[in-house]
């Protein structure tokens, strides 16, 4: 708790504009393979105490009802847990943007199946794009857990019991973006504990060496 | 001849960062917006010689700062520097009247080379 108070408003906009430009070469990489323009938000950085983030979780999609959750977890000297969340229905909307652009129609279990490895797809791009881009300006490396998906009418029942520890504080990097074409909505959170935050003030500070 | 440049972004430290990467020895008087309205008005009231537009903002975003920027002033030298390096971005904001799209984060070389383009532009 006390490393991240320490976290000051000057490094929390640094965090932002790596957010930022992590995110911008997120939305690049995906353009590039599927044809689709992703509209871009300025991201929001918060620190919250862990127990808090059900909670927290549970305001930001109030509204949506059925959400579905691309969750991997990263390690490296920056490490945590990468969410990205859509509202359930996007799943059918993202597979057509894969596609060939048409509505699909399936049986429901292959519809599940499809709507699943697609959402997996967006996912470990969006995801290693904008951590692997994070880790870089960094001077990081960071590996992955395989990306899996869940659906869940209840946002925070599902979300890793490590997230939540009651001792723990997370840096939460939020953006919020929308496939332009398509009308779909989606967010993505990257959660790092207190333990990355002593690296992360210094691996700031040398970030901005270069431009003192 | 470069005097006088307009830094238009919604993060101070962005904005930081870009004035770093300039001369401090060229004499260049700076003016900055942390929004696009607020880009587009100081633009008017300074006309600065060379802009520098972040595309990525609340209140008015980059792209509408920039088509009214280049409505009010046909040559109005616009560089763009954004995290947003989609294909389809960059290829409005030329259409649009940009001079030049720079990636984020900005370094001495890319800006420096930005500014020197800008100038031969210039005269």
């Known amino acids: 708790m006390d490393q991240i108070a320490q976290i000051t408003d000057e490094e929390r906009d640094i965090l932002q504009e790596i957010m930022n430009i992590a995110f911008g070469k997120a939305a690049a990489d995906l353009a590039e393979v599927v044809n689709i323009f992703v509209v871009l938000s300025v991201p929001d950085i918060r620190i919250v105490d862990a127990a808090d983030l059900p909670d927290y979780i549970r305001t930001e999609f109030s509204g949506f009802g059925n959400i579905s959750i691309v969750e991997q977890n990263f390690w490296g000297e920056f490490r945590g847990n990468a969410l990205l969340i859509f509202p359930s229905d996007s799943g059918k909307e993202l597979i057509s943007l894969l596609g060939d652009g048409h509505p699909v129609s399936f049986e429901s279990q292959a519809s599940d199946f499809l709507e699943n490895e697609t959402l997996m797809e967006v996912g470990n791009i969006l995801i290693g794009a904008c951590v692997g881009k994070v880790a870089e300006l960094l001077k990081d490396m960071v590996t992955y857990s395989p990306p899996r998906v869940i659906i869940e009418d209840h946002p925070s029942v599902s979300m890793p019991d490590t997230l939540f520890d009651p001792e723990n504080s997370a840096i939460i990097l939020k953006t919020v973006f929308c496939f332009n074409e398509r009308n779909v909505n989606g967010f993505l959170f990257l959660i790092t504990s207190h333990n990355s935050v002593a690296w992360l003030k210094k691996a700031l500070a040398d970030f901005m060496e270069q431009y003192e | ?123």
Not at chain 2, 15 to 21: D, E, I, N, T, W
Not at chain 2, 26 to 46: S, T
Not at chain 2, 81 to 94: G, N
Request: include cysteine.
């Open chain 2, 1 to 123: 001849m470069i005097n006088v440049i307009l830094i238009v972004d919604d993060s101070p430290i962005s904005r930081k960062m870009l004035k770093s990467c300039i001369p401090k020895d060229g004499g260049y008087v700076f003016y900055e917006a942390g929004d696009g309205q607020a880009g587009l008005e100081m633009y008017m009231k300074k006309q600065p010689d060379v802009t520098f537009m972040d595309l990525t903002m609340p209140v008015m975003d980059g792209v509408k700062a920039l088509e009214e920027i280049i409505k009010y002033d046909k040559h109005a030298m616009v560089i763009v520097v954004t995290a947003d390096v989609q294909a389809q971005s960059i290829a409005r904001v030329m259409e649009i009247g940009a001079f030049l799209v720079v990636k984020k984060p900005p370094t001495k070389e890319n800006i420096q080379e930005a500014l020197a383009k800008a100038q031969e532009k210039l005269g």
